[in-house]
């Protein structure tokens, strides 16, 4: 977790990875808007703090599936 590794942003692989996914699979989520990425110059990272939080439950995201269309995240409404 980023708290503990003072990380805060991860690869879209360490990303997919904590999610159980292969490489390929962790680009494809994130190509699919299911992992949220941000662009730093040339690289795709994962916010971290973010992640955790998806990953903890604490968030979700509704997956779109229009090629246009962008992921959208919110809060847990529970």
Do not use: C, N
């Not at 503990?4 to 994130?30: E, F, I, N, P, W």
């Amino acid at each position: 977790m980023a708290s503990k590794t003072g990380d805060r942003t991860y690869s879209v692989v360490q990303a997919g990875a904590m999610a159980g996914l292969g490489r390929q699979g962790s680009y494809r989520a994130a190509k699919m808007g299911q992992i949220p990425t941000i662009k730093l110059g040339s690289k795709l990272r994962v916010p971290a703090i973010l992640w955790d939080r998806i990953l903890d439950g604490q968030v979700f995201t509704v997956e779109m599936h229009s090629a246009a269309a962008k992921p959208i995240v919110g809060a847990r409404g529970d």
